[in-house]
């Protein structure tokens, strides 16, 4: 018999082609195998037995990196011959297939890097079927070397003969290349071993920047303070924590507390920045104050090098302030005030892409920052018609979505500079390129003033506003896979209320068609508006006077004047208030600074928890008069607010038990896990079902995903 089979997924980049050619040998089977722009096509012809064992296979069986979505199979008249081969890639016709996130160095090519004996001994871009880079380099589809960055890279004999042979490990391995043929390093300034040069320049102090797969890292030695202060202060970070880069997992357990999800997350192919217990400290200007440190493998082979010669090092972005990351060769130039030398190459990037950042919350890998090594990689959505989702301001990512995939993009940034908003209507048409994507229908947020709002309104298709925390409670819902409403509980800094206020301290009955709005946190006002952010003395001024006690006169003088003092029921800026009066942060050099380091100052142990009133709101300034009763330590103070608010959340929850017995929680505030641990734990004790963020961020690199979600049920 000879069938016709359809794969459909991330197919193509991943070696799969190669591994149907070898499977229908390995069967005896004759036909062929290609590349289009809808997947992986093929024909086999043989023994029925043998035909159902191939169809079966390519998804048991298929290769490490590949994502098998579907498997169509039709049969079709036998037409004889012998032998399996790969056919040639058709172009023309609408894109449909998916793309592979980039993948940390496997460990096959390894073995090669340190081989004396092999011909890409030391060689740094080493690569094959298994790993190395894929959506950075992609510039259309179907996925073939003359649509990469390595088109320009003519393959040598021997890179040719291994991409032309089945039984390799790089056959038809699109960015195969070796010494002879490949992208060659170059350290600027001077010459000799550029290896070596960058090697000697961290030893020495120097801030290096990196070429990587997704963009410029800015580097130093962990371990050196002067530099790590340096770049600091080049960089315009005051506060903000660098990422480390350590060698292997034997180091990652010298510096952290690494438990077995934590060590599953290091060393996964995707190879995201863990954020762990830190154990050890480096140069005090790695993480200012902070009990915790994010940590990551190498994820190139270039990275392997370095490392094996350097120790920890400091891996952060490549940009100046909030400015997205450099990853063109020509914008080299704006890097100059911060490195001190260049390890740069000439294979070029084709899409930035940050390094993704991940905690471990009840044993689960919780994404904080979705990016490199899981961007393009669709979530499973849905939806009748194309649409885009702008997502919000800060941490912006967009989503386009079709048929069963939504894609969510790499982190793109906080939507407030010219280079950032170019890196989004960049990275919205890449995708629509890629993916073939044609919106007929664009979510936003409901803010009139995000860039982001701005840029949906300028397209000339059907709009659809959606409100900011319903988004966060969708999204939460779209990545279970749940479709019955829900008690979501969004809390998060600022969202845009239709009533006008500010709101992030709420309590919605919600699915993807719509939501109500139960209660929320009481409203206070933010003295002083977006300062009130910058500054949580401010929201500590306006909780204290809301309790009629003393506080700072200016401050409460213009709360109760009324001027660029919007109401609000943010939780985030109830974090800001208690982080605030305990002396923890009183201004902020970044954003969730206040919540972040009270987090870290509270007690674990401690179970005791303040209490607040539940009337027709949630009365948050409660849990302030207790907080500024209690003689307790700080550290015990900061744990009994944390329980306390869970608790508030919990009761809350259990009075509105009636509309659901779900809880989805979502929103920026849910990354502490202090808070996520025990809200959910009491939640759960009171018979709630409770669902969390698994495939998308719960912060607002989410909300373009839940967007879309909202969509995806308005159009049916």
Request: charged share 25%.
């Amino acid at each position: 018999m000879r069938v016709a089979v359809r794969v459909v997924g991330v197919v193509q980049g991943v070696g799969f082609r190669p591994f149907v050619h070898q499977l229908a040998a390995r069967l005896g089977l004759s036909g062929f195998v290609g590349n289009d722009v809808h997947g992986v096509f093929a024909e086999v012809e043989g023994a029925r037995s043998e035909v159902d064992r191939f169809v079966g296979a390519l998804t048991a069986e298929a290769p490490p990196l590949a994502l098998v979505d579907d498997v169509r199979v039709r049969e079709i008249p036998a037409v004889g011959g012998a032998g399996f081969r790969i056919a040639g890639s058709p172009r023309g016709g609408g894109a449909d297939t998916l793309i592979s996130a980039d993948s940390a160095t496997c460990d096959d090519c390894l073995r090669e890097l340190s081989d004396p004996a092999d011909r890409r001994f030391r060689y740094p871009f080493v690569n094959c079927t298994n790993c190395g880079p894929r959506f950075t380099i992609v510039r259309g589809v179907p996925y073939d070397r003359p649509l990469t960055t390595m088109a320009a890279f003519a393959m040598c004999a021997g890179c040719e003969q291994e991409y032309e042979d089945p039984a390799d490990r790089r056959f038809h391995a699109q960015p195969v290349c070796c010494p002879a043929c490949g992208p060659t390093l170059r350290f600027e300034p001077g010459g000799g071993d550029p290896l070596a040069a960058a090697v000697d320049a961290l030893r020495a102090g120097k801030v290096v920047a990196i070429k990587g797969l997704g963009g410029y890292h800015l580097a130093v030695g962990a371990r050196h303070e002067e530099a790590a202060r340096r770049l600091r202060q080049r960089k315009h970070r005051e506060d903000k924590p660098f990422a480390v880069m350590v060698a292997d997992l034997a180091q990652a357990r010298e510096l952290a507390d690494v438990d077995t999800a934590a060590e599953e997350a290091l060393g996964s192919r995707r190879r995201p920045i863990v954020l762990l217990p830190k154990r050890a400290d480096l140069a005090a200007a790695v993480a200012p104050g902070n009990r915790r440190i994010g940590l990551m493998l190498p994820y190139t082979p270039l990275h392997h090098l370095l490392l094996a010669e350097t120790g920890p090092i400091v891996l952060t972005s490549a940009n100046v302030s909030d400015e997205p990351i450099v990853y063109r060769d020509e914008d080299l130039g704006r890097l100059a005030p911060i490195a001190d030398a260049f390890l740069t190459h000439d294979r070029p990037i084709h899409i930035r892409t940050d390094d993704s950042v991940v905690r471990i919350v009840r044993g689960r890998t919780q994404l904080q920052r979705r990016s490199r090594g899981y961007a393009p990689e669709p979530v499973r959505l849905e939806t009748q018609k194309h649409l885009l989702g702008c997502g919000a301001e800060l941490k912006n990512t967009f989503c386009l979505a079709k048929g069963r995939h939504a894609f969510v993009s790499h982190h793109i940034g906080d939507l407030e500079n010219y280079e950032t908003l170019k890196a989004f209507t960049e990275g919205i048409a890449h995708f629509k390129h890629l993916f073939d994507v044609d919106p007929v229908l664009v979510a936003h947020d409901l803010h009139p003033d995000y860039l982001s709002t701005k840029y949906a309104l300028e397209q000339d298709v059907e709009l659809l506003g959606v409100q900011h925390h319903h988004a966060h409670i969708a999204a939460c819902l779209a990545d279970n896979d749940h479709e019955d409403p829900v008690l979501g509980v969004a809390f998060d800094g600022t969202g845009f209320g239709p009533d006008g206020t500010i709101w992030g301290g709420e309590f919605l009955l919600a699915d993807l068609s719509g939501y109500e709005r139960l209660t929320h946190l009481r409203p206070v006002a933010m003295p002083g508006g977006a300062m009130a952010i910058r500054q949580p003395r401010r929201m500590a001024a306006s909780y204290v006077d809301e309790l009629g006690r003393p506080a700072d006169e200016t401050i409460v003088k213009l709360k109760r004047s009324g001027l660029n003092s919007p109401l609000t029921s943010s939780a985030g800026r109830l974090f800001d208030a208690a982080a605030a009066l305990l002396g923890v942060r009183e201004t902020i050099t970044y954003e969730g600074q206040a919540a972040i380091e009270l987090e870290q100052l509270a007690d674990p142990a401690e179970r005791s928890a303040y209490r607040a009133r539940i009337d027709d709101v949630v009365h948050g300034e409660d849990l302030i008069a207790a907080l500024l009763d209690d003689t307790a330590p700080k550290a015990k103070r900061a744990a009994r607010f944390h329980n306390g608010v869970a608790a508030a959340i919990v009761e809350t929850c259990h009075r509105l038990r009636d509309h659901s017995t779900t809880v989805a929680l979502s929103g920026g505030v849910f990354q502490n896990v202090l808070l996520l641990d025990r809200t959910v734990a009491g939640l759960e004790q009171r018979g709630f079902r409770v669902l969390t963020h698994r495939n998308v961020p719960t912060n607002d690199g989410g909300i373009s995903f839940g967007q879309v979600a909202v969509a995806s049920r308005t159009t049916r």
